[in-house]
């Protein structure tokens, strides 16, 4: 996996240390077998009749994080994620959550620390027939024995958030797929846990409602914070969301970065396949492209003022069009000070996505 700085001290809300899972009665002596032997995937299915779903992941996630973990279907995305709060426990491994052992939890302590700490938005709406909307965003709580008044002023509040206030007294059936997906994503949210983990939630939806519920769990996750781990198939989904994405294959993650780091610098072939539909134009920003500025001085000599200026943060389409409309290099500026520039080259290298890795 390509080399990166994780977050870690209070920044650190996740933190996984070399995570394996693998599916079968003889698990253990399985991962013996890969450690001493180095087994791949398939001579581990045929000499132990494993299969291994999550191998040796380690990762951290900070404070606010979307976190994407992205993959083809069998690459262990959704196994993964299930490990983080024991729906599946690991083979191997050690995972922490603000700094508790998840691993080291009896029974009990795991349903209240999960209860208290972490809420799971699935792709099935899971929602109970049977009771209302209100009632069934207010469940978290009831588990809880909060108070039936408070439990409902606090769903009530999260239903308000999520644009469904009007629509407490109804039933599922009576609401629409993507109605139905922002209830369990309220319901997920009603305890304020720390971390959100949700797995494909959207993957069910028509195209046009999708992008919708993307839009607005952007602008929700702005307001509330959350630490959040998001399972998608789908690339232009990760992108759209994540602020770091992890790339897995066969139960390994291949490459962690941003959007930007995983287009401009894939850390080998599959990540750049995989990264091959997707448009610069939409992601990469001027600080990825430019070159340091003492360093372009250094050759070239100085640059006139009236160069024309973009800020780091401004995205390859802006670029182009002041290459375009202007001959000299461009200038870049972070914080009202130049730090770098962009030649016609520097843009031809980063719109092509054939660059060399």
Not at 47 to 76: H, P, Q, T, W
Not at 98 to 127: H, T, Y
Request: charged share 25%.
């Amino acid at each position: 996996m390509a080399a990166e700085k994780q977050p870690s001290g209070p920044d650190r809300v996740i933190e996984i240390s070399n995570v394996w899972k693998i599916f079968g009665d003889r698990a253990d002596a399985a991962l013996q077998a890969i450690r001493d032997e180095g087994l791949t995937k398939a001579q581990v299915l045929e000499r132990y009749n494993a299969v291994v779903g999550v191998a040796d992941v380690s990762l951290s996630i900070k404070r606010g994080e979307i976190f994407c973990v992205m993959g083809l279907s069998g690459s262990g995305k959704s196994t993964l994620v299930r490990h983080f709060n024991r729906l599946l426990e690991p083979t191997a491994g050690r995972i922490l959550i603000e700094d508790v052992d998840v691993m080291a939890l009896r029974e009990k302590e795991l349903q209240a620390f999960r209860n208290a700490k972490i809420g799971m938005v699935f792709q099935n709406f899971a929602l109970l027939p049977h009771r209302s909307v209100l009632d069934n965003v207010a469940m978290p709580l009831e588990i809880r024995r909060i108070t039936k008044n408070d439990r409902l002023r606090q769903a009530a509040r999260i239903l308000d958030i999520v644009e469904l206030g009007a629509w407490g007294n109804k039933f599922a059936h009576e609401l629409s797929g993507g109605m139905q997906q922002r209830v369990g994503l309220a319901r997920a949210l009603a305890a304020d846990p720390d971390v959100l983990l949700m797995d494909e939630p959207f993957s069910a939806l028509d195209p046009l409602i999708r992008r919708q519920l993307q839009d607005e769990f952007i602008k929700l996750s702005k307001v509330l914070k959350k630490t959040t781990v998001f399972i998608t198939h789908d690339l232009d989904e990760a992108v759209r969301i994540g602020h770091r994405i992890a790339i897995m294959r066969d139960g390994r993650v291949v490459q962690i970065g941003t959007a930007e780091e995983i287009v401009m610098r894939p850390a080998d072939e599959y990540v750049s396949d995989f990264v091959a539909g997707i448009s610069r134009l939409k992601i990469v920003q001027a600080h990825a492209v430019m070159q340091p500025l003492d360093a372009y001085r250094a050759e070239n000599g100085e640059i006139a003022q009236s160069a024309p200026r973009v800020k780091a943060g401004e995205g390859l389409s802006r670029l182009i069009e002041q290459a375009i409309e202007y001959e000299q290099p461009i200038l870049v500026e972070d914080g009202g000070v130049d730090v770098g520039v962009i030649t016609r080259q520097d843009l031809l290298r980063a719109v092509s996505e054939r660059a060399e890795m």
